[in-house]
């Protein structure tokens, strides 16, 4: 058997409560929450309020764009796209750019302050109590297909028993084109090396790229070509060891030694509309490929906080295409507490029968 779980913001997002049910200033944000989440954070944390800041700064030298702060309903990904579309216009010389770069640089910033301390955890939450069931289950193995940039999942793989010594991020990865890079201090995660057994607990895909995916840029804030690169491009991405999110983009490192010296920034696919403007790389594209192949081949398919958005097209055509091909699949399983989530997995899946679980323990409790 074969299994396939989709993990969307709202996992992340559970097994952040099954640690700390009550402090709800310390749970990642979601779409519809973000900026909200931000003002919170900001008013006892330093960088989240500079980071505040300077998006508000760059909105003000900008002109070009709202304040989503004095909107109160705007959504991450409405706001990301109206400022991507801004920029895409104009490229470069957009003076949207700024605005685009400050607010990734605050979503590294919220993501780090809200899901780094549950990657510290060595205690069981929601999402291993979830993975460990699957990997029991499904004697040919199980593929994690995620829309998270967080480090949540990674941490999962490294408490997993029996597994020390057998991975690596690469091959937990998909064994995608990704070069290592190895901090020589703090929580670490294994790169790939010589005699790695590359016998990762289970696969992890991430379809939106990772805050631990680095691309080299020349200069300390990116400029356009590396935020949104050509269709298909070879960019070296390299895949850094390092457990927890890395707020400081003015990180350098050496591509060889004596070499030059480059500043990383992270490979993630922003919330926006006009996805296959990044996804078209080449590394992403395999990404894509993979996941699309595992649901074609699974046997079951569980979606753990993951409503399938509108906004979300890209995704909801591979899901929806490979699930009416994929003939073995008489149901879909949605941990959410979200009731109306059901009936909207069935219409867009066209699947026969999807079963609602309010959370992961009435989940494990039915299986």
């Known amino acids: 058997m074969r299994t396939v779980l989709v993990v969307g913001a709202g996992g992340s997002l559970a097994h952040a409560a099954s640690y700390r049910p009550k402090r709800t200033s310390e749970h990642p944000p979601l779409d519809g929450d973000f900026f909200a989440k931000a003002t919170t954070i900001a008013a006892r944390q330093t960088t989240i309020r500079s980071g505040v800041r300077s998006v508000r700064a760059a909105l003000a030298a900008s002109g070009q764009t709202y304040d989503p702060w004095d909107r109160g309903s705007v959504t991450m990904e409405q706001f990301f796209a109206d400022v991507y579309y801004a920029v895409a216009s104009a490229a470069a010389t957009s003076s949207s750019l700024p605005v685009f770069i400050e607010t990734l640089r605050l979503y590294r910033r919220v993501l780090a302050q809200t899901t ?183 046997d079951r398919l569980v979606l753990f906080g993951y409503s399938i958005p509108e906004a979300d097209v890209l995704a909801r055509q591979m899901l929806r295409t490979a699930v009416r091909q994929n003939g073995s699949l008489d149901c879909v399983d949605c941990i959410n507490p979200d009731a109306s989530v059901a009936p909207k997995v069935r219409q867009i899946l066209d699947a026969k029968v999807v079963r609602l679980f309010v959370d992961v323990p009435a989940y494990l409790k039915w299986g």
Request: hydrophobic share 40%; with cysteine.
């Open 116 to 298: 780094d301390w549950m990657t510290a955890l060595n205690r069981q939450g929601h999402l291993d109590r979830l993975l460990r069931r699957e990997i029991d289950r499904a004697d040919d193995g199980v593929t994690v297909v995620t829309f998270n940039h967080d480090l949540v999942l990674e941490s999962v793989a490294a408490k997993l028993p029996r597994t020390s010594g057998r991975w690596c991020l690469r091959s937990l990865y998909g064994d995608v084109a990704l070069r290592s890079l190895n901090w020589p201090s703090g929580r670490t995660h294994p790169n790939h090396k010589a005699g790695c057994a590359h016998r990762p607990p289970f696969e992890l895909l991430k379809l939106h790229g990772s805050m631990n995916w680095l691309m080299r840029s020349p200069k300390i804030t990116p400029d356009f070509g590396t935020l949104f690169p050509p269709q298909r491009t070879q960019r070296q991405i390299y895949v850094a060891n390092r457990a927890d999110i890395m707020i400081d983009a003015r990180i350098s490192a050496q591509a060889k030694p004596g070499g030059r010296s480059w500043h990383l920034w992270p490979l993630v696919v922003p919330p926006i509309y006009d996805k296959q403007r990044v996804t078209g790389m080449t590394l992403l594209q395999e990404v894509w490929d993979r996941a699309n192949a595992a649901i074609l081949g699974a």
